[in-house]
T-cell receptor, first 111, second 110 residues
Framework: NAGVTQTPKFRILKIGQSMTLQCTQD?????MYWYRQDPGMGLKLIYY???????DKGEVPNGYNVSRSTTEDFPLRLELAAPSQTSVYFC??????????FGQGTRLTVV | QQQVKQSPQSLIVQKGGISIINCAYE??????FPWYQQFPGKGPALLIA?????SEKKEGRFTISFNKSAKQFSLHIMDSQPGDSATYFC?????????FGTGTRLQVFP
């Protein structure tokens, strides 16, 4: 049972480039989340989804987009990458409001 | 207000001591309060959680104390061990959103 899988694990982007962070879960969870983690700032919610076809903004959505076409997948799109988007990104899923399972994270550097 | 305030930012405890981490919230609509533990290079993992209808929950060496009137909750780690060294996050849940505190880096020295 793989749980929540994120790819890639590391990525370096140039300013202005775009990329998609992939997230897939095999637990049939309805809820999925994207967070970014910056030192001393905790985890900030970027976007979340309560089911296929439904997405909503979190605390820090600017500069990001998401889609949820299937229960399993919740990709995060960065358009026109900026240095301020340098961070560690975590995807998580949960059945309801109970235990959220996190992926291993994607460390992104924008230079 | 969706904020969850956490303190201290870092904590150093000797082996066998008690580690205490505090959190406070403003939004009374929060209805689920989990604590997550994160080791370096890993994603956070659920440690223990509480609902606001109880004042305390204990699981092994870990206890959550919850004060609904003060809108505060805390994590107590009894008999702290070097293996407990990690970053701890409190969180609060409301209407499909799980909001995290800023984290506490705990170091337990032998």
């Amino acid at each position: 049972n793989a749980g929540v899988t994120q790819t890639p694990k590391f990525r370096i982007l140039k300013i202005g480039q775009s990329m998609t962070l992939q997230c897939t879960q095999d637990m049939n969870h309805n809820y999925m989340y994207w967070y970014r983690q910056d030192p001393g700032m905790g985890l900030k919610l970027i976007y979340y989804s309560v089911g296929a076809g439904i997405t909503d903004k979190g605390e820090v959505p600017n500069g990001y987009n998401v889609s949820r076409s299937t229960t399993e997948d919740f990709p995060l799109r960065l358009e026109l990458a900026a240095p301020s988007q340098t961070s560690v990104y975590f995807c998580a899923s949960s059945r309801t409001d109970f235990e959220a399972f996190f992926g291993q994270g994607t460390r992104l550097t924008v230079v | 207000q969706q904020q969850v305030k956490q303190s201290p930012q870092s904590l150093i405890v000797q082996k066998g001591g008690i580690s205490i981490i505090n959190c406070a919230y403003e939004n009374t609509a929060f209805d689920y309060f989990p604590w997550y533990q994160q080791f370096p290079g890993k994603g956070p993992a659920l440690l223990i959680a509480i609902r606001p209808d109880v004042s305390e929950k204990k699981e092994g060496r870990f206890t959550i104390s919850f004060n609904k009137s003060a809108k505060q909750f805390s994590l107590h780690i009894m008999d702290s061990q070097p293996g407990d060294s990690a970053t701890y996050f409190c969180a609060a849940y409301n209407t499909d959103k799980l909001i995290f505190g800023t984290g506490t880096r705990l170091q337990v020295f032998p």
